[in-house]
Every structure is written in structure tokens, then in C-alpha cells.
């Protein structure tokens, strides 16, 4: 397993400048989340592009800032909207092949409190099945993300997803597992061998979200389950910039990683 580290643990540091950090910090294994649209186009994403390089760093995987809004763009019934999400993803899919990604991270429909589908309707599982066919074209894989606020806070809409959309793969995410109310371990139960990436962090009974070594989570059962599953893919460090005061917390963290995953 390599270790590494998301652009978002230093938002709202501009991209290119969180990428000098990572390179600081002797990382390489990276995940770009991209902030706002322009990123996308020139002369921002050459931009990106010369950091990434200039500090020999690998882009695992990129993650869209319009996670937010995936539901209403991608899962409506509004056809037109639809096919106009699909050309914007096909952009982000064209730069996540130019940065070298190998997996795009995706957040899907928001937990609105009532499943009015009474499942996963046929029309959303095309839609999945299309996003991974695209990002296919591009050489990424497609991945579905835990969000705790997200219709995949639930294993079991996961484990549905499974089932219906075999080449969908998965990105486990342990600060929202725990703010979902679930143990990691649920997720690896129903989705594990599927799962190519992972956000790692910490928790607490008063914090859902630390940097590795800070909380209680329990590192030796959690890689331990992954060699288990046979899982040898990054591992990547994602918090917030309120979990952390200074770049020598997350050397810290860095450190008590080790005996897990290199960097």
C-alpha cells in the first residue's frame, strides 16, 4: 500500500500551492479536488499540471467539486440536464486522464430522508452504468465514495449498487462511515473487494474527524482487514484544515502510518 494525501486536507489553499505542500511533506501518491470550474480549463490546468510535476508527484485519483450537486445533475428526471452533466463529466474525465488519474471519486444522490424509489430505479442504474462506461473511454475507473450525507451513507444502497452495476468500484472514506453512524468494517462487508480507494482519518466520541493517530480509530484491525481483502492501493490522508495547526501534525501522522504503507 502507498500512503498519500488529498488536496482537499489544505482547501481553500489554491490547488497548485496544496500541491507544494504535499511535495514538502515528501508524499507523492495525491488526490486532486478540484474547487471550481476554471481549474478545469487553461491556463489553470497546465498550471496544475507543472505543479504535479515539479514536485514528482502521482495523481491517484481527482474528485469533482460539483459532488455536491450530483443528484439534481445527474439523477433527475430532467433529460436535457442530464445529458448536460454527462459532457461536463467528460470533461473532468479528460482531465483526470491528462494528470495521469487512475480513479475518479463521485458522491451521487443526497440522503433527502425519504427513498421514494423504493430501491434503485432502473433509470439511475443506467445512469451509473454510463458514468463508468465513460470514464472507461479516458482510462479511469469510476468510484463511489461513503458520504455520510449522501445515499450511500447506507451499506446496503451500496451493496444494491454491487449488485446491479458490476464494474462500479469504491472509495471507502472512514470520517464518514463514522458520521453515517456506521463501522468501516459494514462497508467492507458489502462492498470490500470492490474498494480501490480510501480516505483515511481519525475520530473520536467528540470529534468526527482527526488526523490518523489523534482519535481512537484501531489502525492494526483496519490494514489488517485490507491485507486480508488483498487491497495494495493508496491509502490517502483526508481531513479538513481545522484538524490540523500545522504541516508537522500531519508529519506526525505521516509517521504513525509507516508501519502500514509507504510513501
Known amino acids: ?6 488536496t482537499a486536507c489544505f482547501y481553500p489553499l489554491p490547488v497548485e500551492q496544496a500541491l507544494d505542500e504535499i511535495g514538502r511533506l515528501g508524499l507523492r501518491a495525491v488526490e486532486i479536488f478540484f474547487n471550481t470550474e476554471s481549474e478545469y480549463f487553461e491556463p489553470l490546468i497546465s498550471e496544475i499540471e507543472r505543479h504535479v510535476h515539479e514536485n514528482g508527484l502521482e495523481v491517484r485519483s481527482i474528485h469533482p467539486f460539483t459532488s455536491a450537486n450530483e443528484g439534481i445533475l445527474l439523477f433527475s428526471e430532467y433529460t436535457r440536464r442530464t445529458e448536460d452533466a454527462f459532457a461536463q463529466y467528460r470533461h473532468y474525465f479528460e ?3 491528462r494528470l495521469g488519474a487512475k480513479y475518479f471519486t463521485f458522491h451521487g444522490e443526497r440522503r433527502m430522508g425519504v427513498d421514494t424509489d423504493g430501491g434503485i430505479i432502473d433509470r439511475k442504474l443506467n445512469v451509473y452504468r454510463r458514468l463508468v462506461a465513460a470514464a472507461a473511454e479516458y482510462g479511469l475507473t469510476f468510484t463511489q465514495e461513503n458520504v455520510a ?3 450511500s451513507a447506507d451499506p446496503g444502497y451500496l451493496r444494491q449498487l454491487y449488485e446491479n452495476v458490476p464494474e462500479l468500484r469504491y ?3 472512514i470520517k464518514q462511515a ?5 463501522d468501516w468494517e459494514r462497508f467492507l462487508e458489502a462492498v470490500g ?12 466520541e467528540e470529534h468526527s474527524c ?6 481512537t480509530m484501531d489502525y492494526d ?3 489488517g482487514a485490507l491485507k486480508r481483502l488483498g487491497y495494495d492501493r493508496q491509502v490517502l490522508i483526508e481531513v479538513y484544515k481545522t484538524n490540523f495547526s500545522s504541516t508537522q501534525q500531519i508529519r506526525r501522522a505521516v509517521e504513525r502510518l509507516l508501519p502500514y504503507a509507504q510513501p
Open 1 to 6: 500500500m502507498q500512503l498519500g494525501i488529498s
Open 95 to 97: 482531465t483526470g486522464q
Open 149 to 151: 450525507w449522501c445515499r
Open 171 to 173: 472509495t471507502l472514506d
Open 178 to 182: 463514522h458520521r453515517a453512524g456506521q
Open 193 to 204: 473487494d470492490r474498494i480501490c480507494n480510501i480516505h483515511l482519518n481519525d475520530f473520536d
Open 210 to 215: 482527526l488526523l490518523p493517530g489523534e482519535g
Open 221 to 223: 484491525a483496519f490494514f
